[in-house]
Each structure stands twice: as structure tokens, then as C-alpha cells.
């Protein structure tokens, strides 16, 4: 039974170590299978706005989201270049890491909303 729970306890402390000393910014973006929202996209954070913003110009040619859509995922997509431009500066070119979070968040609420919008619309 000592084994038993020795093994256990030492295993959760090896996955959780791992986890820990993974980069944070990979625990959302690791799933990224052929056919997902983010398959082929840059793995860095200015990468990753432009992927999304070719996307947005590639989903309203496509028709498959409104004007109005479109015009407020540009606004979404401004004011993230703005955080990214602003952050990158207050840093000193290396943005903190709740920065990059707060980013990384962002991008995903308007890749998630693109998503929604081009599979199901409103």
C-alpha cells in the first residue's frame, strides 16, 4: 500500500513538474489537428495575429461572414495590435508573460467567434 501510494504521489509530481515547466502559451495552442481553426499557423504571438487576420479577409471574400461581422472582427483585431504594439514597448521589446496571456486570450475569443460565425452564423 506504501508503494502503491509512493508511485502515485511521485507520478503526480512528475506531471505536474512537466506541466509547470512547459511554456504556457503551448497548453492552448497544442491541439492544433489538420482541419482545426489554427492548423499551418505561426507559433509566435505576431505570427498568429496575422494568420487571423488573413483569415477574417479570407472568410468574408469566402462569404462566409457578414459585412458587419467582418467590420468587428477588424476593430477586435485593431485593438489587439494595439495591445501587442503598446505591451511590446512598455517591455522593452520582450513582452512580459501576462501580456502574452492577456494576448493569446484575446486572439482565441476572436478566433472562437470566427468560428462560430463561419460554420454556424448568428
Same mark, same amino acid.
Given at each position: 500500500m506504501k508503494k502503491t501510494m509512493l508511485i502515485a504521489a511521485l507520478v503526480a509530481s512528475m506531471a505536474g513538474s512537466a506541466a509547470i515547466a512547459q511554456p504556457v502559451l503551448e497548453l492552448r495552442f497544442g491541439f492544433e489537428q489538420p482541419g482545426s481553426?489554427?492548423?499551418n499557423s505561426p507559433k509566435d504571438l505576431h505570427g498568429r495575429i496575422g494568420f487571423l487576420e488573413n483569415r477574417v479577409n479570407r472568410l468574408r471574400a +469566402? !462569404?462566409?461572414i457578414t459585412a458587419a461581422e467582418f467590420d468587428f472582427d477588424h476593430k477586435e483585431l485593431g485593438k489587439i495590435h494595439s495591445e501587442f +504594439? !503598446?505591451?511590446?514597448?512598455?517591455?522593452?521589446g520582450d513582452l512580459s508573460?501576462?501580456?502574452?496571456?492577456?494576448?493569446?486570450?484575446?486572439?482565441t475569443m476572436v478566433s472562437d467567434r470566427l468560428h462560430w460565425q463561419s460554420t454556424y452564423g448568428y
Open positions: 481553426f489554427w492548423f +469566402d !462569404g462566409h +504594439d !503598446g505591451w511590446t514597448a512598455q517591455d522593452r508573460q501576462d501580456h502574452k496571456l492577456a494576448l493569446w486570450h484575446h486572439l
